[in-house]
């Protein structure tokens, strides 16, 4: 760790970043199961959100890298026939979704939950401790009549205030799930998880990968935390998938050690960096999508003004009175560069997607970011299966916009 670090240029950061996300190359034509199933090994997961404004948040990625595509593949990857499965949920960052392959990864954290050391969530934690023989009952009952959503429980209880409102049912299930005995079988209706026993919802050939220990499954989600940011810091490549400080420091020196990480200081940022050996590191960048608040790109908020000097905050849960750019807010990438925000909502009931609002960045010309933008936005309206398109008069770019009708 001692090494010489090599310098990289801010600008050439930023493209390196993009390129590992997916980003520097264009979208395919037509996309098939490959293309979805190519775009989430390259990521890593989807976080998987409830907000349900314009569409789940575990679609939008693949939206902003492969365009139109039928979300019906990532359906089936994710929650199809055992044959067809290729994904399966976790915590890994946040609720997600990861490639099957990732699940053996993973398992000493469930370990670990299931052992009630201390490094689990902590609200499970403390209703395990206090209900050990009810969530027993709970197993045993999905182990008896097959897959089950709470609401399903005969004895699931009703659900409270706090916390979501879970039930003692929800709970239960959710530390099984947590503990690795269980995990999602499909998901219905209003995206309520059906849970079954692992056992029966994982193909056999996951089941049957040897468990690796601890520090190797740690390395390998470090590693795989490098490829999709392509260069980051310490708290850039634990937090994609969670990781705890002290497991993270000790493996990255050892990563180092193996040439598997390269020490590497960028330019403007004001801690130590790491770079993936085989990180792209092309020249430009001809990139254009909308961005979910919870795309992997932007997810961690500080990484996020440190390469695109872009401060972004979701307003999901700031009053309408001092919400700055909306409620549901998507920044705009054109080239390198995040150069907009908008405000929008899939208005279903009227087949149109509203953009109650639109922002540029500070410095950005209205006239070279309103025609990509507005097509932009006509293909999620498109892809969303809405024939309207609501733009806002208002603002440099409704202005613009008003003009180019």
Excluded: C
């Amino acid at each position: 760790m001692a090494r010489v670090r090599e310098k990289i240029s801010a600008a050439a950061a930023r493209r390196i970043a993009l390129a590992a996300q997916g980003f520097g190359a264009g979208r395919p034509a037509a996309t098939n199961a490959g293309h979805v199933q190519r775009a989430i090994d390259r990521l890593g997961l989807l976080q998987i959100d409830s907000v349900n404004v314009l569409t789940r948040a575990h679609y939008l990625p693949l939206f902003s890298r492969l365009g139109n595509y039928d979300s019906a593949l990532l359906d089936r990857a994710a929650w199809g026939r055992k044959k067809e499965r290729r994904l399966f949920e976790f915590w890994a960052h946040e609720a997600s979704l990861l490639p099957l392959a990732t699940q053996p990864l993973l398992r000493w954290r469930m370990q670990r939950a299931a052992e009630d050391d201390g490094n689990g969530k902590g609200k499970l934690r403390m209703f395990r401790s206090a209900n050990k023989a009810y969530i027993d009952e709970v197993r045993r009952e999905i182990a008896d009549r097959g897959p089950l959503a709470a609401s399903e429980l005969s004895n699931g209880g009703p659900g409270r205030g706090a916390w979501w409102g879970w039930s003692d049912g929800k709970l239960a299930l959710e530390w099984l799930f947590f503990a690795g005995e269980l995990t999602t079988a499909t998901r219905r209706g209003t995206f309520e998880r059906v849970y079954d026993l692992t056992e029966r919802v994982l193909p056999a050939e996951i089941q049957a990968i040897p468990t690796p220990s601890p520090e190797e499954a740690q390395r390998d989600l470090l590693r795989q935390s490098a490829r999709a940011l392509g260069v980051g810091t310490e708290f850039d490549l634990r937090d994609y998938f969670r990781l705890d400080v002290a497991d993270t420091k000790t493996r990255l020196a050892e990563l180092v050690e193996a040439g598997d990480l390269l020490p590497v200081s960028v330019e403007g940022w004001d801690r130590p960096a790491y770079l993936d050996p085989a990180a792209r590191q092309p020249r430009s960048i001809e990139a254009r999508a909308l961005l979910a608040p919870f795309d992997p790109l932007i997810w961690e908020r500080d990484r996020t003004h440190r390469i695109f000097d872009f401060f972004y905050r979701i307003e999901i849960y700031t009053p309408v009175a001092k919400r700055k750019h909306g409620y549901y807010v998507l920044p705009f990438l054109l080239g390198d560069r995040l150069v907009g925000r908008v405000d929008l909502k899939a208005d279903r009931a009227n087949s149109t997607l509203l953009v109650p609002a639109a922002h540029l960045e500070a410095g950005v010309d209205a006239k070279d970011v309103a025609a990509p933008m507005r097509e932009e936005l006509r293909l999620m309206a498109d892809w969303l299966g809405l024939e309207g398109l609501s733009l806002p008069r208002a603002g440099a770019l409704g202005r613009e916009w008003s003009r180019m009708r």
